[in-house]
């Protein structure tokens, strides 16, 4: 399934492709991808595993990965976590005022900075609605450089001076929000017919304790002595990713074996009725079919293996040794779930039990398309995941939303849309446009959300509800390599109570483990919303009115 950020990275616009001979073969660069695949795909399929369209989107999402090496005192080893670079997207354009106060040093030089007698200090706040956070933003505030000041006056009207940065420095606070002292100076002159002429109403205008400062250039004669370096912050960041391996087993007798030898030999119409028809057969659909589960839930939802798990204290991850001579050989840690990663940047919204808001929805939705724009293109179209029920309440309430905002009657089909592939439905949604996010929402409903709010009994049901927003052209499931292994019981030349035997139905063990993580470079393009009741969804609005003129 090829999910593009050309096309919104919206499963509507999916492109899906079957995973064919020639497709295999096309994976011989890296030979246990090809065998990955086989075994975690077609295999299953062949025991008759019904298809999780779900699953299988993860399982289409999959990127060969190198995990790195340490070496200490001449033996290397894994490290337990590989480094991916992360965009930053460096927003400088405006910043907020959070008080203003008299510059002490007004009228006066001091350390060879001149301070006009209308020098007043504001703190500035950086608070990107769009961007990531920056750290040092006095160096924004070039000196010389001019900065308008978008502003209000006690009266409500519009306010915004234009006045010049004289000095700046980094003011330290305990609450984690970066802050700068930025001395300002009006673009008068001290003399009685600027600054010293103006009443203390005039000079208001000059002493801004709020609004949003915006930085501009500055104004320097080629005659002058100026060299202010703008300051250019590195866009990339590395960040880790943490790896686990993952076993499945897979049982099988020399019956099995037979059949499955004459399906792969191109006998697949006579034999693979009769082969799902084995009993081990049976036994390894309904483990497969657990596996897949299990799999895409720790794929949501996995955490890190204890404290440890950081970059600076995985030495003292638990550690994995030669069961016979006893040498260390790795590090073990836990992949990090889409939630988990998301969490760690503050991208989960809790409703604790109350009914989901959709003006929130709406802004978050202008937020995740600004952050999807980012790298070039226009998003006219997000997709959301929920159950059947959280689904049907967001269409009965925008449909009445639709009715009043529009001051007529709406209607729809009843027969919900549909993501298909070559007559296969994968999933059901239905479209609603957000006109003050001028985004349209896809939501789109999974039965694994369904599962997972069934488990809920009715005094926590809202713990059941999820409304996930992924950006799936984001996401990947990074494999850094496979391994398997088959073992065989009884063994006919050891075990003495096959000594007088000459043929046995032997089974068969093979043990499959690929070595897995989370890949998610951006969750600024992603939200996780849960925990909201089963009532109907909020959404308010204004309603406006034209006047009449007789």
Not at 275 to 295: D, I, S, V
Request: proline share 4%.
């Amino acid at each position: 399934m090829n999910v593009s950020n050309v096309c919104d990275g919206s499963l509507t616009k999916l492109e899906m492709q079957g995973l064919t001979p020639a497709t295999l073969e096309s994976m011989k660069q890296t030979a246990w991808m090809e065998y990955f695949l086989y075994t975690q795909a077609v295999k299953a399929r062949m025991t008759g595993v019904r298809e999780n369209s779900l699953y299988d989107l993860i399982l289409s999402r999959t990127a060969p990965i190198k995990l790195g090496k340490e070496t200490v005192n001449n033996k290397s080893y894994f490290l337990p976590y590989i480094l991916r670079n992360q965009e930053d997207y460096i927003n400088a354009n405006a910043f907020v005022i959070s008080g203003g106060s008299a510059n002490p040093n007004a009228g006066t030089t001091v350390g060879g900075i001149a301070y006009p007698q209308s020098s007043w200090d504001v703190i500035v706040e950086n608070t990107p609605h769009i961007g990531s956070p920056l750290i040092h933003i006095e160096r924004y505030f070039v000196l010389g450089a001019y900065v308008v000041v978008l502003n209000l006056s006690a009266a409500g009207a519009v306010q915004e001076p234009y006045m010049k940065v004289i000095h700046t420095e980094h003011v330290h606070t305990g609450d984690g929000v970066e802050k700068a002292r930025v001395t300002l100076a009006a673009n008068v002159t001290d003399a009685a017919s600027g600054w010293g002429g103006m009443t203390a109403a005039e000079r208001i205008l000059y002493q801004p304790t709020r609004g949003v400062v915006q930085v501009g250039v500055n104004n320097v004669s080629d005659y002058e002595s100026w060299c202010e370096m703008q300051p250019v912050d590195l866009s990339n960041r590395l960040i880790h990713f943490w790896c686990q391996t993952s076993r499945f087993v897979f049982c099988y007798d020399d019956e099995t074996k037979k059949y499955l030898a004459y399906i792969m030999a191109g006998n697949v119409n006579p034999y693979l009725d009769l082969y799902k028809e084995l009993p081990l057969t049976e036994q390894n659909r309904k483990a497969y079919a657990n596996w897949e589960r299990q799999q895409v839930i720790s794929f949501f939802y996995g955490q890190q293996i204890d404290e440890h798990q950081t970059a600076e204290d995985y030495r003292n991850l638990p550690r994995v040794y030669d069961p016979v001579h006893g040498i260390f050989l790795e590090y073990k840690a836990n992949a990090l779930g889409v939630k988990t990663l998301l969490n760690e940047c503050n991208r989960v919204i809790d409703y604790a039990g109350q009914p989901l808001d959709l003006n929130v929805l709406e802004n978050q939705l202008y937020q995740i398309k600004r952050h999807r724009e980012v790298d070039g293109g226009t998003v006219t179209e997000i997709d959301a995941w929920t159950n059947r029920n959280a689904a049907a309440l967001i269409d009965s309430l925008m449909m009445g939303y639709y009715k009043a905002r529009n001051r007529m009657d709406y209607r729809q089909d009843w027969k919900p849309q549909q993501i298909s592939v070559q007559d296969k439905v994968l999933w059901n949604y239905r479209s609603y446009e957000f006109r003050n996010a001028q985004v349209v929402l896809n939501v789109i409903v999974e039965p694994f959300f369904d599962d997972h709010k069934l488990h809920f009994p009715a005094a926590i049901a809202s713990r059941g509800n999820m409304l996930l927003i992924p950006d799936w052209s984001d996401i990947k499931r990074g494999v850094a390599g496979a391994a398997s292994r088959t073992s065989h019981t009884p063994d006919l030349e050891t075990d003495p109570d096959f000594a007088c035997i000459i043929k046995a139905n032997i089974k068969h063990y093979e043990m499959q483990s690929f070595v897995w993580t989370v890949l998610l470079e951006d969750p600024a393009r992603h939200l996780w919303l849960e925990n909201f009741s089963d009532e109907c969804p909020t959404y308010e609005y204004t309603l406006c009115e034209p006047t009449q003129v007789s």
